[in-house]
């Protein structure tokens, strides 16, 4: 068994092609902050539409989404800003 198929398992710490994009604090910022405004308008939906959400036998009541929609919202526009300051990428 030669070890020339093992490449993969380099350290790729010196890889001569930088992707600076996809590294970026900026970009993964931005994402997670789209992803909690996604959940925040679910659970804005859900408390509009009055959907009954049922986990096995177990009903989850409107007052989670309500806490869930502020958290998601808080965690969403938090996250936006700190994408937008300057410095960090």
């Known amino acids: 068994m030669t070890l020339d198929h ?11 092609h930088n992707n600076y994009c996809m590294n970026s604090p900026t970009n993964g910022l931005r994402v997670a902050s789209v992803l909690f405004g996604i959940f925040a308008i679910g659970h ?40 937008s300051l300057r410095g960090i990428a």
């Open 6 to 16: 093992l490449d993969f398992f380099a350290d790729k710490s010196g890889s001569p």
């Open 44 to 83: 804005l939906l859900r408390l509009i539409t009055h959907a009954q959400v049922t986990v096995g036998t177990h009903s989850i009541p409107m007052g989670l989404s309500w806490v869930a929609l502020i958290v998601a919202a808080i965690l969403c526009i938090w996250m936006w800003r700190l994408s």
